[in-house]
């Protein structure tokens, strides 16, 4: 890309020295948030969000040479460049159009010279199509019983997204579906799911993009023979999302429907692609997921049509560099304060961590220092019931709050203490990052908190589609955004590979064993390896 530096930029200098200056007593948080006028100037609106990063630990300086930074890299023009099919993806020499696929503006995104939103726009037609027909009866299992269940079998980025998401709109989920995610290889995992389903009402959609991964295809087998052993037909049962031309497009393996997903959109980009649109179109209906499509839409344009200063993603992930990079803080916690988005947190920490979670630049240099936070989080007030005590009082990270102001569940408005739920709900999300900024002091040293821990705090203004397209956007977006500062590559994986390549070793001499179970273990393998497959295959410990 013609606007990424070469080379570390000269304000990154400025913001280390910044950064010192920030650690000293005077400029504690409890000093900063005596201004009056720091959440006016430390806030921002856009996208449909509201962002306050006023209890973050840093002041006009460090704000201005964060925005110069981001000016000198031209972020938001990488952003854009991007957007319009740019090779981004430098090491797989490929783009990243995860915003192609909830794009609705007329016009074309060329990838190599060619218009891609022609794919994009057929793919939504047929899922949309499928969609309609299950709903309407159309579509059915192979004894004639509609469709009440579906599992999603898929890993990693071909569930998480789609997890998040339908856990967020569930109160919409008004189609007569039960969705389910068979994710992991353990049979715990299938065996839990064929408990919940009724195998003859049941659909189960494969998302694999190569068809290949090993997890994947176990589950899928796994499916076929329990549908089978049924007196089911399993091809009547199962719908796939895979690349064009992958082993699940065969055209002689006749299936419900295939739905081709593409090589410039990532696994964990991947749930406004067909990943998401065919479980969460049959879940909530395909009207709905269209919704959230839009809600993501107008968050992209906000991204890559407003100032560095007014850039909600853009402005947050200068912080998250700023907080990882110059302060030192090696993690960061997202705490909603609302349950529908319990599996907001697992999906960030794939999408960031298996994005920006690498050791070299893009052009193969060792990075100076590690890149990317680590991600974890848990719906508040459960958080604070489970690590708080840390965040209070024990090594410090900072943190998203996130707040809704509109709850599904409105109806329910028993007070408890003078307030309703959602009331009690906000209390919390009020105070706990007031209480992690001041601190407070004690004569008893155990009761003391030291305060000047940062946060941010994101508002929601419901948990509509929209909403929830809009919150999932802001987070690929600022992900993407690091990874400009950091001059890294958000969209290869090449850190999964390794345990992959390793464990295929280990399955073929698995494989070996169940070939000839009195055999002994190969001399060649390493002490561990022997050691833990003799348990495997003899039931025993030592």
Known sequence: MECRPSARPPRWDVLQSLARVMETPEKHLVSLLSDPSRLERFSLSGGGLFYDYSRQGVDDKVMVTLTELAGDLKLVARFQE?????????TEKRAALHTAARRFEPGPV????????????????????????????EICGSTGKPFAHVVVVGIGGSYLGTEFVARALAARADKGITLHFLSNVDIDNFGAVVNAIDPEATLWIIISKSYTTAETMANAR??????????LDPSRHMAAVTSQGSPGDRTDRPLLGVFHMFDFIGGRYSVSSAVGALPLGLYLGYDRFEMFLRGAEAMDRHAAGSSARDNLPLVAALISVWNNTFLGYPAQAIIPYASPLAKLAPHIQQLNMESNGKSVTVDGVPLEIPAGPIIFGEPGTNAQHSFFQLAHQGRSFPIDFIGVIRPDHERFAETSRGVTNHQELWANLIAQPAALAAGSTDNDPARAFSGNRPSSTLILPDLSPESIGRLLAFYEAKTVFEAFVWDINPFDQFGVELGKRLAATVRDRMAARNRDLSAAMDDDADPWTRFYLEMLFTGKMP
């Open 82 to 90: 991007m957007m319009a099919g740019a090779t981004v993806n430098v």
């Open 222 to 231: 796994q499916a076929e023979r329990y549908m089978a052993d049924r007196g």
């Open 110 to 137: 060329n990838v190599d010279g060619r218009d891609i939103m022609a794919d994009i726009g057929r793919v939504r037609r047929e899922v949309e199509d499928f969609c309609r027909k299950v709903e309407n009866g």
